[in-house]
């Protein structure tokens, strides 16, 4: 499954109802021989399944080929703003990385870039907050100026198709860990829609993380979709104004301590890396963390599970990335055993699904089914709250 690799984001995104489908179903039913062989002998293949177990939360093909593609882009662009800081407006998410790109002389040019950027958001978004329409239908409220907004905010997540596959009411995971993440995700949804009511305590619900702002402003709910990137908007450019202010407070106070008969020369590396926190520093998102601990404390759930019970439950039916997450923190014995058994089983069950749907046609609603029902015992949560730390 390495080569494989799916993420539950990734997986989701899968154009299953096409002639590819195939193809993916052969794919996944070839990890899922692999996985359940090495599975089926636990005591010879332990060290082996440490080892892929431990990086099951960081092979997925398509996160790690995004990621390249954008640090090489990043770094092309970075070349050209040496010379012109301020020629490219960027999204926030963007600045962050281009900050991390530059060198030091760069940072308050492209800072101050920002953060004119920034004020332009606001001013717009505030506008459309108070409009006399802003009460009506979704469709009435200024879509070109809330959707620039959103992008300038949440940058590439904000312009994710809004049809996204999610799991529907009847879609409850059977992995206990995946049902902790979604039904964290609905909690948080709920606190969301009662603090923007409330319009009080926001900072403990709205969030600061592209994906999550993104979210919100999807939902067929306008007000909330405009003070979800208020919020965003107005947190960003309070962050950069303090981040500015603090970079020309160091910059001011290093050139005045190079003139001290005392002065100790620091790292340039370590000077750049502080004063780049300075300037994209921002509040971690509650979103991201409601879901974070609900995965942690259902993860915990299932090592005792792996550590005490003599006839696992849950553990068994758990996906495989949250049950690596468990096998490697767990003592070896006859529960663990049960369970790595109980997944050996049902992958081989999966596996004959696979290769049943493989002589059905492509588009066809078993063979959808049987190959989602594979990603799902594969990967973690899917959209629209995901489990992707």
């Not at 907050?129 to 100026?145: D, F, L, Q, Y």
């Amino acid at each position: 499954m390495d080569a494989l690799g799916f993420c539950g984001y990734h997986a989701a995104l899968l154009p299953l109802p096409s002639p590819a489908g195939h193809a993916v179903a052969d794919a996944l039913r070839e990890a899922t021989d692999r996985a359940a062989a090495l599975l089926e002998d636990e005591a010879r293949n332990s060290e082996r399944l440490l080892e892929i177990f431990f990086a099951a939360e960081r092979t997925c093909a398509s996160c790690r080929i995004g990621d390249q593609h954008f640090a090489q882009r990043i770094n092309r662009l970075a070349v050209r703003l040496e010379s012109q800081p301020s020629s490219v407006a960027l999204c926030f998410p963007h600045y962050r990385a281009m900050v991390h790109a530059v060198k030091a002389h760069a940072l308050p040019v492209l800072s101050s870039a920002q953060r004119d950027l920034l004020e332009q958001v606001v001013a717009a978004v505030g506008t459309i907050e108070h409009a006399p329409h802003a009460r009506t239908a979704h469709a009435s409220v200024a879509p070109n100026t809330l959707r620039w907004a959103l992008d300038v905010v949440a940058g590439a997540a904000g312009l994710a198709p809004a049809d996204r596959p999610v799991p529907g009411p009847d879609a409850e995971p059977d992995c206990p860990v995946c049902a902790a993440i979604v039904h964290a995700g609905e909690r948080w949804v709920d606190a969301l829609r009662r603090a923007a009511t409330l319009g009080q305590d926001l900072w403990t619900a709205f969030p600061t993380c592209p994906e999550h702002i993104a979210y919100c402003a999807r939902v067929e709910d306008e007000r909330l979709a405009i003070l979800v990137v208020r919020y965003a908007a107005d947190l960003q450019l309070a962050a950069l104004r303090r981040g500015a202010a603090a970079l020309a407070r160091d910059n001011e106070q290093r050139a005045a301590a190079a003139k001290s008969v005392f002065f100790r020369r620091q790292s340039p590396a370590y000077v750049l890396g502080q004063q780049r926190k300075m300037v994209t520093d921002v509040p971690r998102c509650p979103a991201c963390e409601r879901l974070v601990v609900a995965r942690e404390r259902a993860i915990g759930s299932l090592v005792q599970m792996l550590r005490g019970a003599r006839t696992p439950v849950s553990p068994g039916t758990a996906c495989l990335k949250h049950f690596a997450a468990a096998y490697v923190l767990a003592q070896d014995g006859e529960a663990r055993a049960a369970s790595v058994a109980m997944q050996a089983a049902r992958l081989r069950r999966l596996s004959g699904v696979l290769a049943a749907a493989n002589g059905e046609a492509a588009a066809s609603a078993s063979a959808v089914a049987a190959i989602r029902e594979a990603l799902r015992a594969w990967s973690a949560a899917t959209p629209p709250l995901q489990d992707r730390k």
